[in-house]
């Protein structure tokens, strides 16, 4: 039922995860193809696999995969009627080994067998440099963090450092067009300028998402 609702929203990236299912994801923009999937019905109410995000260079692309692609099977195992999830966990495994995925381009296009080799897949989503201001009298630290992976953190202190070892007073976080990502991930970096006990307030303006956010914890709390 929580899933339908939040279907209702027509959010690609509004999700409702089970502890297994988000133990998975917090994982599996670490090693793998470089691909995000959704579930996605069509007409019918069938549901297919589609590619909703590549990245750019990523194994998945350079192999051949495209946006919009939709995934029939990996390693010769049919995976229709599978949610993303159990497909990303099929797509996973160790460094340098290689899957085989069955997608088709397009709604109509062909259907195509690719050898996909697994990497690491996560970049480091900070950039960063020193600026010069007030007529170069004052040195300011700017980072912007393009999305919030598994090592947004990790980079994001780093930067903070080596622009303070460079003679940063001040700090500048960019968040413009931040892609998003693991909301463990945003909140370790709300860790690090916040402090402990304080309250922070998540004000939504759509009336229909605050709706549903609301019949959700009735449901959650009603049983």
């Keep these: ?19 297994s299912e988000f133990s998975r994801m917090a ?36 192999a051949g995969v495209r946006q919009g692609d939709e995934v029939l099977a990996v390693n010769g195992e049919d995976v229709r009627g599978k949610s993303a999830f159990e497909v990303s966990s099929l797509l996973q495994g160790p460094n340098e080994t290689f899957v085989t995925i069955k997608v088709k381009h ?14 690491v897949v996560a970049r480091t989503p900070v950039l960063y440099r ?9 040195s300011v630290g700017y980072m912007r963090l393009k999305e919030f992976n598994a090592l947004a953190r990790k ?7 080596r622009l303070q070892d460079m003679g940063a007073t ?43 956010f609301l019949l959700i914890l009735m449901f959650l709390f009603s049983n």
């Design 27 to 62: 994982r599996y923009d670490m090693t793998g193809i470089g691909i995000n999937l959704r579930e996605v019905p069509d007409e019918n109410g069938v549901v297919k696999l589609k590619v909703l995000g590549l990245l750019l260079d990523g194994p998945a692309h350079v």
């Design 155 to 161: 980079d994001l202190i780093i930067a903070m450092n």
């Design 170 to 212: 001040y700090l500048i976080l960019d968040l413009r067009d931040n892609l998003g990502g693991l909301v463990q991930a945003g909140i370790e970096i709300a860790k690090v300028f916040l402090n402990k006990g304080e309250t922070v307030c998540l004000l939504i303006l759509c009336w229909l998402k605050t709706i549903l």
């Design 106 to 119: 397009g709604n109509c296009g062909p259907i195509q067998s690719l050898e996909v080799q697994r990497q």
């Design 130 to 138: 020193l600026e010069q201001v007030d007529n170069g009298t004052t």
């Design 1 to 19: 039922m929580i899933k339908r609702m939040l279907a209702s929203l027509g959010d690609p990236y509004t999700r409702f995860l089970s502890p």
